[in-house]
Antibody, heavy 118, light 105 residues
Framework: VQLVESGGGLVRPGGSLRLSCEAS????????MTWVRQAPGQTPQWLSS????????FYADSVKGRFTLSRDNSKNTVYLQMTGLSVDDSAVYYC????????????WGQGTVVTVSS | IQMTQSPASLSASVGDRVTITCQAS??????LSWYQQMPGKAPKLLIY???TLEIGVPSRFSGGGSGTHFTFTISGLQPEDIATYYC?????????FGGGTKVEI
């Protein structure tokens, strides 16, 4: 049972990046999925969640209009498309599995690092 | 919903009872969880629904409270409990975390 994130890296301000999170070991299409980020020395920050069927998405105000969350249940993967990146978006980005019917997180990925710098 | 967690850090001895508090800016009923985060690692779920222990979590960890005031307790601090602990509310979007409590020996 695991989540594996990928797609992080170094990007220039104003640039774009797509993060992926591949799930294994559980029935992916049954659970909501979420992205949380954490800047160095800071508390985790919820970014976005998507319902199990992908029909509902929720965003933090700080990323609304810039980030898009989607999922492909046939590939057991959730995607976070990030545009208009700024230095404030630099952080470790975690993918997390929501518990059944609720938005606390019983499984986390190892994280992928996003660095926005010129 | 703002989550105010205290203290920001604490130092205790092995075997001590340690308590962390989390105050919500409005009623979140029972929609509160607690996580443990080791340096360089992802957070790990310890408690959900205020007081329900996640499977495999030692019984020295416990949670309590309701409404807006919540507590997290380690009864008998162990060296492996050195970490940062966070509360998180899931009563409403945006989901929010407390500021964290760094526990040291």
């Amino acid at each position: 049972v695991q989540l594996v994130e990928s797609g992080g890296g170094l990007v220039r301000p104003g640039g774009s990046l797509r993060l992926s999170c591949e799930a294994s070991g559980f029935t992916f299409g049954t659970f909501a999925m979420t992205w949380v980020r954490q800047a160095p020395g800071q508390t985790p920050q919820w970014l976005s969640s998507i319902t199990n069927n992908g029909r509902g998405t929720f965003y933090a105000d700080s990323v609304k209009g810039r980030f898009t969350l989607s999922r492909d249940n046939s590939k057991n993967t959730v995607y976070l498309q990030m545009t208009g990146l700024s230095v404030d978006d630099s952080a470790v980005y975690y993918c997390a599995k929501g518990a059944s019917g609720y938005h606390y997180f019983d499984l986390w990925g190892q994280g992928t690092v996003v660095t926005v710098s010129s | 919903i703002q989550m105010t967690q205290s203290p920001a850090s604490l130092s205790a001895s092995v075997g001590d009872r340690v308590t962390i508090t989390c105050q919500a800016s409005r009623d979140i009923r029972h929609y509160l969880s607690w996580y443990q985060q080791m340096p360089g690692k992802a957070p790990k779920l310890l408690i959900y629904d205020v007081s329900t222990l996640e499977i495999g979590v030692p019984s020295r960890f416990s949670g309590g409270g309701s409404g807006t005031h919540f507590t997290f307790t380690i009864s008998g601090l162990q060296p492996e409990d050195i970490a940062t602990y966070y509360c998180q509310q899931y009563g409403d979007f945006p989901l929010t975390f407390g500021g964290g409590t760094k526990v040291e020996i």
